[in-house]
């Protein structure tokens, strides 16, 4: 007989709701209005290690593709650049990869965007939600490059790329020759630097090549830096956020580029959103947001140790 019941049990059910109702009375009390936007799409995000999940549907006598959203962000900044005030969605996200622990091809991502703060302050409101759900008083930040710095003695913003392909060889015993500076730096990140975080940290400022939709900006070393962070929370990437680009045509550039590795890589080559990009150029407000794992939030809260434990059904009991 197959296994008909819920990975999460009763009480992390009632958690579970009651965490929802907790996050809906931050938002309310900051007066940010929630939304909600469509789970298809036209058109995915480019980046090369998000895979989108697809589907096929009749529109106007024809079958065409769409897309489950991997994150509500072109959307909601469609929104953004209708109306200019804060929002946040609680959403059924999807992404093509393996079920892990810590990972199930759908699960629930809190999204929010707050026009006019800067990525501090984005990270300082990121602090507060958390630690009015955590058992954390205060989030210390550290910079990327100040953890390469610490660990592997380098800055990862100049480093050469035979230096750095070197190095990883060396720490991870690897023998990779087609290696990237990115697929370098996020080795060395996710196998040496991830475990050794503290229990409640940010990540903020990350290599260039790195931006996918943030700002690039001169650092206080003039270092050409992401603005953009990550939160980890007891080993695990909880949420990624930033300081939103809004300029159109660099938009449009990275996509292209996106798609020029993706097509190297063997990969899909994804259609570019072109309403998204048609409201970037009508005018998007200088912005910060963030994407925070639910699920995983949860699994932080009350110490569970597989994502199955966090939801009713993850893929494996569907």
């Given at each position: 007989m197959p296994n008909w019941e819920p990975g999460a049990s009763l009480e992390i059910l009632r958690h579970r709701a009651d965490l929802l109702a907790k996050l809906r009375a931050f938002f309310e009390g900051k007066e940010?209005?929630?939304?909600?936007?469509?789970?298809?799409?036209?058109?995915?995000?480019?980046?090369?290690?998000?895979?989108?999940?697809?589907?096929?549907i009749l529109d106007a006598n024809i079958i065409k593709t769409f897309y489950l959203q991997t994150?509500?962000?072109?959307?909601?900044?469609?929104?953004?650049?209708?109306?200019?005030?804060?929002?946040?969605?609680?959403?059924?996200?999807?992404?093509?990869?393996?079920?892990?622990?810590?990972?199930?091809?759908?699960?629930?991502?809190?999204?929010?965007?707050?026009p006019g703060f800067?990525?501090?302050?984005?990270?300082?409101?990121?602090?507060?939600?958390?630690?009015?759900?955590?058992?954390?008083?205060?989030?210390?930040?550290?910079?990327?490059?100040?953890?390469?710095?610490?660990?592997?003695?380098?800055?990862?913003?100049?480093?050469?790329?035979d230096e750095l392909l070197a190095l990883t060889q060396k720490q991870l015993e690897l023998s990779n020759t087609d290696l990237t500076d990115t697929d370098c730096l996020q080795l060395l990140m996710f196998s040496v630097i991830e475990p050794a975080l503290p229990e409640f940290c940010f990540v903020y400022d990350y290599p260039k090549a790195q931006a996918s939709l943030s700002v690039i900006e001169a650092d206080s070393d003039e270092d050409q830096v992401a603005r953009r962070f990550e939160v980890y929370c007891r080993g695990m990437e909880l949420g990624n956020g930033y300081l939103e680009l809004t300029d159109a045509q660099e938009q449009r550039k990275r996509f292209e580029q996106d798609n020029a590795l993706r097509k190297k890589k063997g990969l899909d080559v994804y259609p570019l959103d072109e309403k998204f990009l048609s409201a970037l150029e009508?005018?998007?407000?200088?912005?910060?947001?963030?994407?925070?794992?639910?699920d995983r939030l949860l699994m932080s809260m009350h110490e569970l140790t597989n994502i199955d434990q966090a939801i009713s059904f993850a893929l494996e009991r569907v």
């Open positions: 940010i209005l929630e939304v909600e936007t469509p789970a298809l799409a036209r058109a995915p995000v480019t980046d090369l290690h998000i895979q989108s999940l697809t589907t096929e994150s509500p962000e072109f959307a909601m900044k469609r929104l953004l650049a209708f109306n200019a005030e804060p929002i946040y969605q609680i959403a059924k996200v999807f992404r093509h990869d393996p079920l892990t622990k810590n990972h199930n091809p759908e699960f629930t991502l809190l999204e929010w965007y707050r800067t990525m501090g302050q984005l990270m300082d409101e990121v602090a507060e939600l958390l630690s009015s759900l955590l058992a954390c008083d205060s989030i210390p930040a550290f910079s990327y490059r100040e953890l390469f710095e610490k660990y592997f003695r380098i800055n990862p913003h100049r480093v050469s790329s009508s005018g998007l407000p200088v912005c910060s947001g963030v994407a925070l794992g639910v």
